[in-house]
């Protein structure tokens, strides 16, 4: 049964810093690409990032390049999402996403299994 776990979220205050983790279980973890959404209340979820299986490479939004690091360790079937320079409008309920055709797209229908979300609360 494939499990996708999100953690790290929280409350912080506008300009600091959160690590978002999502441990999965259940699959060849190395063979998946991950992606990270995010949902706002009253909004559609939308993309943040995703990083490819195999090479890594990684796709960021440009609404939040510059702010956000997207990484992965497979001996520890991990991704990650770092974001920093927090602005109010950054929370939302966060989502970690795996396709299992290594597939990187922008798009919620792209993506097989999904967590169910840690909160991240920014305050000004």
Known sequence: QVQLVESGGGSVQAGGSLRLSCAVSGVNFEAFA????RQAPGAEREFIAAISAYNGRTYI??????????????AKSAAYLKMDHLKPEDSAVYYCAANVRNAVAGVE??????GQGTQVTVSS
């Open 109 to 114: 229908a792209f993506y097989d299994y999904w």
């Open 34 to 37: 991950l992606a990270w959404f």
């Open 61 to 74: 939004d440009n609404s939040v390049r510059g702010r956000i690091t997207i990484t992965k360790d497979d």
